[in-house]
T-cell receptor, first 114, second 114 residues
Framework: DAGVTQSPTHLIKTRGQQVTLRCSPK?????VSWYQQALGQGPQFIFQ???????QRGNFPDRFSGHQFPNYSSELNVNALLLGDSALYLC?????????????FGAGSRLTVL | AQSVTQLDSQVPVFEEAPVELRCNYS??????LFWYVQYPNQGLQLLLK??????LVKGINGFEAEFNKSQTSFHLRKPSVHISDTAEYFC????????????FGKGTMLLVSP
């Protein structure tokens, strides 16, 4: 049973560019959340998608946007990249209504902005 | 809003010694509590969770944690650590009535040496 898969695993961009990260949730899960983990910090919640809509959002600017597709996979887009956007971006999936609020995390996409 | 404080950024221990990683939280509502582990260059793996019931929770790899409501703590313990336990450990909370959004602490690096 495949867990959460993310791509790409590593990427390098320059300031001002745009990036798209992709996530396939664990089989049977319908909710996808994105987290940003800066070096030496805990993950911070960016937003959550359910039924192809953004359901909840953390304290991140509008440069961060996302999408969820009918097959429950998701994309995270970041525009006008800043040096401070360098981080590990983690995707997590869960099943709505399953209770317990247990998330399954992917291995992450490490973004370096030069 | 919730917050999580992990009191130690780094905990060095010798192999086979016991260890405790401390976690305190703050929240105006009832929460679920979690411990996740992150091995180098990997995503987050759930160690254990407290949802309700017994305040002593057992997880994978011999770890356990105790929920103390009066002290708003959820400390992680292991009676005898192995070299392979070397990793970053994150304490997290989510609202009982929320959308499974996690608020993480900054993490504690457990360093196990021979």
């Amino acid at each position: 049973d495949a867990g959460v898969t993310q791509s790409p695993t590593h990427l390098i961009k320059t300031r001002g560019q745009q990036v798209t990260l992709r996530c396939s949730p664990k089989s049977g899960h319908d909710t996808v959340s994105w987290y940003q983990q800066a070096l030496g910090q805990g993950p911070q919640f960016i937003f959550q998608y359910y039924e192809e809509e953004e359901r909840q959002r953390g304290n991140f600017p509008d440069r961060f946007s996302g999408h969820q597709f009918p097959n429950y996979s998701s994309e995270l887009n970041v525009n006008a990249l800043l040096l401070g956007d360098s981080a590990l971006y983690l995707c997590a999936s869960s099943l709505q209504g399953s209770g317990a609020n247990v998330l399954t995390f992917g291995a992450g996409s490490r973004l370096t902005v030069l | 809003a919730q917050s999580v404080t992990q009191l130690d950024s780094q905990v060095p221990v010798f192999e086979e010694a016991p260890v405790e990683l401390r976690c305190n939280y703050s929240s105006s509502v009832s929460v679920y509590l979690f411990w996740y582990v992150q091995y180098p260059n990997q995503g987050l793996q759930l160690l254990l969770k407290y949802l309700s019931g017994s305040t002593l929770v057992k997880g994978i790899n011999g770890f356990e944690a105790e929920f103390n409501k009066s002290q708003t703590s959820f400390h992680l313990r292991k009676p005898s650590v192995h070299i392979s336990d070397t990793a970053e450990y994150f304490c997290a909370v989510s609202e009982l009535m929320g959308y499974s959004t996690l608020t993480f602490g900054k993490g504690t690096m457990l360093l196990v040496s021979p």
